[in-house]
């Protein structure tokens, strides 16, 4: 079974500082691994994602993610946080056998001025 | 990107009723169709996963009865909460899964549906 665990459900960091978002993930199969951003009342959009290949991805909006196989992680980061960044943001898991998405419990991020 | 809609965006119900929730994905053929359901400040919880002409298959906990879920075709899967109760509350949100093993894992979402029963 997939599972997500995402440390911290809530991070607060000013304007301008980085941005880093926890995510480890539990699977049996090579995973394939996503992150989500859902702003109040609103679908989720995805930001990056990885399934093969390069282990650093870029995604939207400045953010990225390694996936790291030894830590069993898939950190999301961004360089500098702007005031829109404030919203909920998913790790999600899957694998190409079934293509379900197990979701991680959200992480809500906070940017102060 | 590919155009996913859900309609209602928003629904309030009394106790007692049914409420039919649509997903149509607008440019694309959609084999495979996930139902999410998302409660206040919680993650999304997977509820059953469907195929065009066949029967959902539910995630354990997730009463078949009373989530009826119906996949015509593949631009259509409708969900009906039947005999709504103020626990089935919540922002429901589906997922189609592009047709012909042209997913590319893109992983398209509804807009998600707010239900809120009286």
């Known amino acids: 079974a997939q599972s997500v665990t995402q440390l911290g459900s809530h991070v607060s960091v000013s304007e301008g500082a980085l941005v880093l978002l926890r995510c480890n993930y539990s699977?049996?199969?090579?995973?394939?691994l996503f992150w989500y951003v859902q702003y109040p009342n609103q679908g989720l959009q995805l930001l990056l994602k990885y399934t093969t290949g390069a282990t650093l991805v870029k995604g939207i909006n400045g953010f990225e993610a390694e996936f790291k196989k030894s830590e069993t992680s898939f950190h999301l980061t961004k360089p500098s946080a702007h005031m829109s960044d404030a919203a909920e943001y998913f790790c999600?898991?899957?694998?190409?056998?079934?293509?379900?998405?197990?979701f991680g419990t959200g992480t809500r991020l906070q940017v102060f001025p | 990107g590919a155009v996913v809609s859900q309609h209602p965006s928003w629904v309030i119900c009394k106790s007692g009723t049914s409420v039919k929730i649509e997903c149509r994905s607008l440019d694309f053929q959609a084999t495979t169709m996930f139902w999410y359901r998302q409660f206040p400040k919680q993650s999304l919880m997977l509820m059953a996963t469907?195929?065009?002409?066949?029967?959902?298959?539910?995630e354990q906990g997730v009463e078949k009865d009373k989530f009826l879920i119906n996949h015509a075709s593949l631009t259509l899967s409708t969900l009906t909460v039947t005999s709504a109760h103020p626990e089935d509350s919540s922002f429901y949100i589906c997922r189609p899964e592009l047709a012909g093993g042209q997913s590319s894992y893109e992983q398209y979402f509804g807009p998600g549906t707010r239900l809120t029963v009286t």
């Open positions: 699977s049996s199969v090579p995973p394939y």
């Open positions: 999600a898991v899957s694998d190409s056998n079934t293509d379900k998405l197990i």
């Open positions: 469907s195929n065009e002409g066949s029967k959902a298959t539910y």
